[in-house]
């Protein structure tokens, strides 16, 4: 062969060789994938969105106590702080963990859920249609399942003792108002009504645990304890309520990426100033001067 033909058969030589490395290299990095996806099923997941899996229907008997099992992931694209969401529940079953914000409405940590109980009352059958949801901090649900509770008569012979119908009794009306007292520039005849203590009790309970999800950075759920709490005419609720939309009151770490909402936010310093909080017209004067400048 000449010496003219033996550049391009050494090239042709180099080409080939240069082929069989990548199709090596690209056949190894396929091996790889393959084998990190059957040890861990997760990292199929990674690139996509997170998932929740709960049973199409959970049964169980009245008067029990049952799993109620959530599972999320993968952990890797789940938003730190975010949270379960269970909605349409019957108002008289209760979770074995989490806050419930209104009647069949809970909030639960990611946390809890392994170990999650579903405590059934007593009472007849019973059929619910549950939506589970994943929420992040600041209320975006991420992904939601949908679940049907079926509660069953218990088995036994014997039909469980239901308990008495309290009766309510109503106290007599107030006496009738002198004339003289409906008279123009005359004091009220009656104080300003307050809240009940045991209403009271229960919205500072609400309030209570709306703190304890805003210290976790969960304002989702921490904003519906607190609506619920004002709603039962507790002022602090509504100040804590618009504190969660107000800008300068987001400044805490565990707060930060929230959105404020001035509208929102002045909504609810004006229902705080009605239900008698102090400060609200302070918090109000600054939100003014604030959509001024």
Known sequence: MSEAAQPGRRWRRNAVSQTLRLAAVVALTNMVIVFARAVHPAYAQVSGTPTIEVAEVITGEAATQISFPIRVGPTALIPP???VRVRGLPPTVALSDGYSIAPGFWAI?????PDLKMLLPVGAEERADVLVSLVTADGWVLVEARSTLVVKAPQRGDALPQPETPVSVLPPP???VPAQRLERGAPPPFPEPTIHSEVRERAQRLKEKG???LAQGLVAPARLLYERAAELGLAQAAMALAATYDESELTTPNLRGISPDVKEAKRWY???????AGDADQRLRR???????
Request: aromatic letters at 4%; charged letters at 25%; a negative charge.
């Open 270 to 276: 004006e229902r705080a100033r009605e239900l008698g």
């Open 109 to 113: 940590p990611l946390r809890a859920l």
């Open 81 to 83: 702080n975010s949270y």
């Open 287 to 293: 939100l003014g001067a604030n959509q001024g400048n």
């Open 174 to 176: 107030p006496p009738p």
């Open 211 to 213: 703190d304890e999800q």
